[in-house]
């Protein structure tokens, strides 16, 4: 793109208040849904790669072993497709997090007399997930934060600020400001050591009013994104503020 630093906004910016809103994760949901679309098992395996950490995290702090959680939540992502609980979404029902969390826990409850050891998904449904990686951040959990609602309730809060913080990266490097994106990511961390705006500024060799432009349009986009991605997840757009509320919170116990 040919635009100058002070438009860093406009490289991906929503296209009119809730024109992002019907193409969503829920069109994802309702392809998901129709085991007979050719776009079933790719939708499904979106909203996989999307959430399974949260859920991830939720069944290994019910108290299982790492495989037996890995098992039983690529289980859970294999009972979606094969038992078609999707069918049973609706939109105007509302949240969607809520819906996977009842899913699960009604999953669960059919699978824990079963053998842990046991391969689920027989055979017929194989959702691809780095479940390594899953249990390295599962690691890094606090110790004093294992109650499994809240623990979900803020990995999936995580999740929703991680996918937007990645669609802001992509915007900046689709628009070739990556190294921009990079240097004011760092100095707006709060890590210390972290650089200053008029060090960013310096090393761009921009001014340090145009540094301070960009950085708080940068802000802006990440909140827009947030926002959408809120979006992406509730039965309405009524349901956005309260749902970014309830993350923010989350966030914060």
């Known amino acids: 793109m040919d635009k100058s630093t002070d438009e860093t906004d406009s490289t991906g ?26 776009q079933a098992g790719e939708a499904l395996e979106k909203l996989c790669h999307s959430y399974w950490y949260p859920l991830y995290a939720y069944v290994r702090s019910r108290g299982l072993d790492e495989q037996s959680a890995k098992d039983l939540t690529q289980g859970f992502f294999a009972r979606l497709l094969e038992k078609n609980y999707l069918a049973q979404v609706e939109r105007e029902k509302g949240l969607f997090r809520s819906f996977l969390l009842a899913s699960l826990k009604h999953f669960l409850s059919d699978e824990w007399d079963k053998s842990r050891a046991q391969k689920r998904g027989g055979g017929k449904v ?15 959990e606090p110790v004093d934060h294992m109650d499994p609602e809240k623990l979900f309730e803020r990995r999936w809060a995580m999740t929703v600020l991680d ?75 009524a349901e956005i503020d309260e749902e970014l509320r309830h993350l923010i919170a989350a966030i914060s116990a």
């Open 13 to 38: 910016s929503a296209t009119g208040k809730g024109a992002w809103f019907t193409t969503t994760h829920w069109s994802l949901i309702l392809h998901a849904r129709d085991p007979d679309s050719p």
């Open 163 to 237: 996918q937007a913080q990645g669609k802001l990266a992509d915007e900046y490097f689709k628009a070739g400001k990556l190294e921009l994106y990079t240097r004011l990511r760092a100095a707006e961390s709060g890590d210390k050591g972290a650089p200053t705006l008029a060090e960013v500024a310096v090393a761009l060799g921009l001014t340090e009013s145009a540094v301070k432009s960009a950085a708080f349009r940068m802000r802006q986009r990440y909140r827009e994104l947030v926002r959408e991605e809120v979006a992406h997840t509730v039965g309405s757009s």
């Open 126 to 140: 194989h959702i691809s997930l780095d479940d390594t990686a899953g249990e390295d951040r599962y690691r890094l």
